[in-house]
């Protein structure tokens, strides 16, 4: 479980997703970052009462490095490793459900859909957005119930050999390692299994500033991985980036071409906050007038993250370009002189 300054959510946490003693022989690795609230001393606390809890540091606080050190720390007899999160709760019996699918499956990965759950109103609108098809594009560990062999979900349990074998997770990438990880699980010919019976509960961020930096760097994250592996992005995840570069034009185009350029951010944005109006009506609580404001945080990060990195991987061609340019107009001054 890697943990960074997660007072708030840990002891539940933990108190979900370990199993009854006596039922799985495991241990419990919190992996922490550097924690400066009291995520620490709550865990020492519960460690306390129950050996299997073991806290150890994770200098470099990124998830990537959390799961490469617990993967090569943990006790030798370890055939599975589980990966837990802080913001979320665990059905019943987890761990041994997702060892016993691991098994049935015959696969190297087990992933499990999420379902969104908030607390405060802003979190719920949060919350109705990332539920709903607007906020997830209809991935389908965002459904529950539908289980099958897939190419990406929430990571849940792996196998450990097979996870060491293939290098771990990519440490030179801070985000989206899970998909990384996946890619290269299936080019090796590993099945991953989408357990659509073990919905966990996750507790996503409580603001719009939180949720944009964390959906920025989802974007980020699956640009890197789209590079490293030289693949395409899904419609769903190339829509976000199709729908910013639109109003971005629009409101570039507005000066010179007036009103009517605007008319496809309008449109965006009118059907995302009508869309948010149905999710209230739906769920008969007003909070979820909020949920197109946030579905709309949460495209325009993704996208601005995901272009981010694709103009970074392609600065080095650029700088190069504006050296040879610069050089060949050098050249020309001198043969005119």
């Not at 509960?201 to 994250?221: C, I, N």
Request: charged share 20%; glycine share 8%; hydrophobic share 45%.
């Amino acid at each position: 479980m890697p943990a960074l300054n997660e007072e708030r959510y840990i002891a539940a946490a933990i108190n979900s997703i370990l199993p009854l003693a006596g039922t799985v022989e495991c241990e419990l690795l919190v992996m922490d970052g550097g924690s400066t609230d009291a995520t620490r001393e709550i865990v020492d606390r519960l460690a306390a009462d129950d050996p299997r809890i073991k806290l150890l540091p994770n200098p470099r606080r990124i998830q990537s490095a959390a799961l490469n050190i617990a993967a090569r720390a943990c006790d030798p007899r370890s055939g599975v490793i589980v990966r837990a999160d802080c913001h979320a709760h665990y059905p019943a019996d987890f761990v041994a459900r997702c060892v016993a699918t691991l098994a049935a499956t015959k696969s190297a990965s087990v992933v499990v859909p999420m379902r969104a759950v908030g607390k405060t109103p802003m979190q719920k609108a949060i919350a109705l957005a990332q539920n709903s098809r607007l906020g997830n594009g209809g991935s389908l560990h965002r459904i529950a119930g539908q289980s099958g062999y897939v190419d990406h979900g929430h990571h849940a349990a792996f196998e450990r050999a097979t996870f060491l074998a293939l290098g771990g997770y990519d440490e030179t990438a801070p985000f989206n390692e899970d998909a990384e990880y996946d890619a290269r699980l299936a080019a090796a010919g590993h099945r991953i299994y989408l357990d659509g019976d073990l919905t966990i509960d996750y507790f996503p961020r409580a603001t719009l500033r939180a949720l944009s930096k964390q959906y920025g760097r989802h974007g980020w994250g699956r640009a890197n991985t789209i590079l490293k592996h030289g693949k395409s992005p899904k419609p769903r995840q190339a829509l976000p980036v199709v729908v910013l570069l639109a109003c971005a034009a629009s409101l570039i185009l507005a000066p010179i071409l007036g009103p009517v350029a605007l008319l496809p951010a309008v449109a965006y944005v009118g059907a995302s906050i009508l869309w948010g109006m149905l999710l209230a009506l739906r769920s008969r609580e007003p909070f979820g007038l909020m949920s197109g404001v946030a579905a709309i945080t949460m495209h325009m990060s993704w996208a601005i993250g995901f272009l981010a990195r694709l103009a970074a991987a392609r600065m080095p061609a650029l700088v190069a370009a504006a050296r040879t340019l610069k050089e060949r107009v050098r050249s020309l001054g001198t043969v005119a002189r």
